[in-house]
């Protein structure tokens, strides 16, 4: 275009693109693509990735946090879900809450399940109706159990 007039390339950001290939970097989208696929298989492999990640200095955003959470919950490493939801720096969406809800609620762990809710009140987010059924399934599950 003319001098002084912003340009339309549509290649990468040069701080995206990598080393002498110059092939584009993973992105947000990249990056939780293969999360996705990891952390149904290798959650140790999945945390990893989301190092990667943070280190190549790609922003995780709120599919990141809710991706890595379901797997942990997946895989019942219950606490490690809890760890990444109160250090990440971008809250999880419902989707993220109630993965670690209803795990915690189906191990009868019902006291941290509603500590959950309530932390995820506490950031803005609004359980819906899966999130009530979960707890509602943990509460006649561990009335069931003891009686």
Do not use: F, W
């Not at 989301?50 to 379901?70: F, H, I, K, S, W």
């Not at 997946?74 to 971008?90: K, N, T, Y």
């Amino acid at each position: 275009g003319e001098s002084g007039s912003p340009s339309r390339s549509t290649a990468p950001p040069p701080s995206r693109v990598g080393g002498s290939t110059g092939l584009p970097l993973p992105d947000q989208y990249s990056y939780n693509t293969v999360l996705r696929a990891l952390g149904e298989e290798d959650l140790g492999a999945a945390i990893a990735l989301y190092r990667e990640m943070r280190d190549a200095g790609v922003q995780p955003d709120r599919v990141t946090v809710n991706t890595l959470v379901a797997a942990c919950a997946a895989h019942g490493r219950l606490d490690r879900g809890l760890l990444i939801l109160e250090s990440s720096a971008v809250p999880a969406s419902v989707e993220g809450y109630t993965a670690l809800i209803s795990a915690l609620a189906g191990k009868g762990e019902l006291e941290k399940a509603r500590d959950v809710l309530e932390s995820m009140r506490a950031a803005g987010v609004a359980p819906n109706a899966r999130t009530y059924t979960a707890l509602l399934q943990g509460a006649a599950r561990a009335g069931d159990m003891a009686g």
